[in-house]
């Protein structure tokens, strides 16, 4: 064995030229572009469905045609003759092992939680739901033998609508009827804030069900050496799966690795532990044999769990001025057929968030949660927060209406003064900073508000066919999911801290490790930036792990605008652990007191002498351990777990005109100004990506997707011929600008902006549609705003409602 | 995508390709697969054999021929809409070609599978009906011609016999003195049309000399607005045009789907088409 020279080695790596100069300019704040994208854009990647393993084995599932019904019998027999099939089973093959698919939060005393089994055994409640599975050595075979499987049904009714579903006489979802829960909130003397009240609007809005379409169909592998599962799925939450399937399948979680490769999105619709990952994971344990299941996308706009759904009934009760006194929300949320892993959560992250930015003394929110046959919802972009903000944003348009005044006057009577915060607002949550008079200006005069209200009102008086429109959206939200404290005593049942660990390399290059499951976020870019500022090392010299339970062994995953507010402080923290220690490494090799050390620019500098010892320099050090003082290990590595004390909350202000064809119906955006705050911004081009694809997404809710149904619950829009994404042809050009109000609840001052443009877009677009009709007595269009929809609310017909 | 088993033939003659067909009633020509391959993913249909014609020669690509226009059955929408040949003597169907769908799928999809596929809701089949575009059909027996009003039978069904091939179809030119216009109403840029409208009108001394009116997804083929060319013929370019468009609907059927009733493709008929001849027309 050579004996190592660690001077030698040390210049060596200082000469190689590996280790890059700091630029000297800070990284945060930069627009770098992506160290994801180059790998990604030109195909170097590793989505589950690419994953290869020695001897892999298909799954299908076969999936039941008729939304509610008793399976009397299931016969596999002809499809295990089929060549290439090693297996076939039903339901019941599995009944004794797979569990019930958990519910992670239990939002009521009341709540019911059925039995969710991954494949029916005996009813099945959704169209869509897997009833059977073939395992083939391709899925070609497996898709030939799944029509050879016989399934015989007894209709049982379907129950599609939720008011129905309350009745007495409805048939019922499970047997314990179809309600899951019922919850109710107060703050204040409602019924004073109502009695008498000058000014009362109540109007009922529809959320429309919405299937998450991430890019990336999903897709599952799973597989054991006889001792230790490995499941690669394309999921968010690596983590929180892994805690689940143990408890789940009874596998030991220290012997179950859980791989999220390259995710392509996600949306919420990943935050899930599904039927297809337990089952994988039972088949390779049955078979021996490594098992994908890979998804079509027919396939997954009847299975991925959908998003929204819910039925609004608010009323707001305000002074003659316009100040509002109080809000009533009463929220049916469409549950579907099973409460999946935070199902009945989703409504009740809306719960304080219907207040949105406004200042009143009174607030009451009940919902119920409803069973359909219907796929279950969850998380959908945002949460329950898009929800809650379109009902306040719509409502403040209809009391401007009422008062004749402009819908940003209603909103400057009503919203908290910048030097009012920190603000508690009526449901209780802490606002920490914002500043709603600034971003709205800034959009105004971006806008040119004035001169399209001047348009607005000269065709009208010409009687334009094309009418104009003009939408407003104050919007704050809650990020940064969530203070462990705050989600106990929502009976959630996980905490919401997150974790980042460091390690220094020999050669002086960063590994960062955290917890958080990036799916198109670019977090291994943030969190270099973060990383280098911190460390001082550059931003090239910084790689970030993460994804795999067996790397990163700690973490809570990526969801709720929650992976910078906590995962990049994590990783903040972490690195000022590392320059702790390396601070009394430096001081010992220095010869100095720590104190009197000041470190810039990657280096610890004795004050006043020329003396100083590059971080690089210190990993050696550490790495050679020749000479190290007293108590100090031979590692900078640390680790951080951050738990923030409260949410932050970014705002802004979102306009939207539109021309609206009354003799057609079209509607076409014709400009569209986001001006977001969402505290301090770590990466603007990354920021700027999040708002496009967050005002596209929430667009789309407002004028193009609807998951439909029909009465006998089939699912109309299976494919993206009828389920319809816009494409950059149809959005127009946006205008994006931010105002920089700092949080006070992290070192960072970062906010969050995953959902934003989600939060903000949708009421943007409907309330521009509204206000472009309301002079013809048009005061709501039922999303998404179609073409048919707004020409039958111009005829005073169906599909709109008229006052 | 997974579709059931099917054989696969490349053909390496026509003559090949039309024996296939004719000696088995389930086998399909696969031509761009456009229209075909959703079909098969989605196993809404079960063909025995895939006839691929997409290496046969001289089926493909544009010719002026005097008095028409040639277009080659595998000619691709993209090679269609950029032909100086089509911009310049029929100038509608580039029009209407640059509506379908989207650049992927104009690079692959062709002319002639477009139209053989007869979907009401294509874009081709009212452009070539208001052309009064002749299908050319090729077998064993040899060549036959179908005039575009004999050509659409019903909802993806043509007038095209088992072991017969599309190879091209002749656009007559109008010659001078027509404006066009392909009206295309969608809710995005790759959706199919909701309703559409081919115009081509004739204009004289300010007057409408001659219209034709080919009207998309209005029924379970590719439809004429007869009533509404009868109506125009004559007419002052101006206010009476609105009047005369007010027929377009008449004796339509729509199809009723998630985003359309009847009555509304009804009216978007009348709309459209009066959008359609004024731009045509050369209204302001």
Known sequence: MTELDAGLVGEQIAESGQVAEPSGRREIGRARRRKEDARLLTGHTRWTDNLQQPGMVQVMFLRSPMAHARITRVDVSAARELPGVLAAFSGRDFADEQGSLPCAWPVSEDIVIPDHPPMAVSEVRYVGEAVACVVATDRYRAADALEAVEVDYEPLPAVMDMHDALTPDSPKVHESGNKAFSTTITSGDVEAAFRDAPVLIDRTYIQQRLIPSAMEPRAVLASTDGDTFTLWSSTQIPHVLRVMLAVTTGIPEHRLRVIAPDVGGGFGSKLQVTAEEVLCLLLTRRLGRPVKWSESRSEGNLTVHHGRDQIQHVRLAAEADGRIRGLRVELLADMGAYLMLVTPGVPMLGASMFNGIYKMDAYEFACTGVFTTKMPTDAYRGAGRPEATYAIERVMDELAAELGIDPLEARRRNWIRHDEFPYTTVSGLTYDSGNYEAATERAMALFGYDKLRAEQADRRDRGDPVQLGIGVSTYTEMCGLAPSRLLGMANYGAGGWEHGSVRMLPTGKVEVITGTSPHGQGHVTSWSQIAADALGVPFDDITVLHGDTAVAHKGMDTYGSRSLVIGGVAVLQACEKVKDKARKLAAHLLECSPDDLEFEAGAFKVRGTGASKTIQELAFAAFTAHDLPEGVEARLDSDATFDPDNYSFPHGTHLCAVEVDTETGMVKIRSYVAVDDVGKVVNPLIVEGQVHGGIAQGVAQALFEEAVYDADGNLLTATMADYLLPSAADLPAFTTDRTETPSTGNPLGVKGVGEAGTIASTPAVVNAVVDALRPRGVRDVQMPCTPERVWRAVQGTRGGERS | ?284
């Not at chain 2, 080659?72 to 169907?93: K, Y």
């Not at chain 2, 002639?112 to 452009?127: F, I, K, Y």
């Not at chain 2, 985003?259 to 004024?278: E, F, M, N, S």
Request: with cysteine; aromatic share 6%.
């Open chain 2, 1 to 284: 995508m997974i579709p059931a088993r099917f054989d696969y033939l490349r053909a390496d003659s026509l003559e090949e390709a039309c024996q296939a067909l004719a000696s088995d009633e389930d086998a399909k020509v696969l031509a761009g697969g456009q229209s075909l391959l959703p079909l098969l993913r989605l196993r809404l249909s079960y063909p025995t054999t895939l006839v691929d014609i997409g290496r046969l020669p001289g089926l493909s690509g544009v010719e002026d021929r005097g008095d028409h226009v040639h277009i080659g059955a595998m000619t691709t929408h993209d090679e269609v809409m950029r032909s100086p040949v089509v911009n310049a003597a029929c100038p509608l169907v580039a029009m209407a070609t640059a509506t379908v769908a989207d650049p992927a799928v104009r690079h692959r999809g062709t002319f002639g599978g477009s139209l053989a596929h007869g979907d009401p809701a294509g874009d081709l089949p009212a452009v070539v009906l208001a052309l009064d575009g002749v299908f050319v059909a090729r077998s064993e027996r040899g060549e036959r011609d179908i005039p575009a009003a004999e050509f659409f039978v019903d909802y993806l069904e043509s007038s095209l016999r088992p072991g017969e091939i599309l190879a091209g179809v002749r656009i007559p030119k109008l010659g001078e003195g027509w404006g066009y216009h392909y009206e295309k109403f969608h809710r995005t840029a790759q959706a199919w049309a909701i309703v559409g409208v081919a115009a081509a009108v004739k204009r004289s001394n300010g007057a409408i000399q001659e219209a034709r009116v080919g009207l998309t997804n209005m029924g379970s083929t590719p439809l004429r607005a007869r009533a509404v060319e009868a109506a125009l013929r004559g007419v002052e370019v101006g206010e009476q045009v609105r009047p005369a468009c007010e027929a377009a609907a008449e004796g339509t059927s729509p199809p009723a789907d998630l985003h359309a009733q009847p009555d509304y493709r009804r009216h978007l008929a009348k709309v459209l088409t009066y959008r359609a001849i004024g731009k045509a027309a050369g209204a302001p």
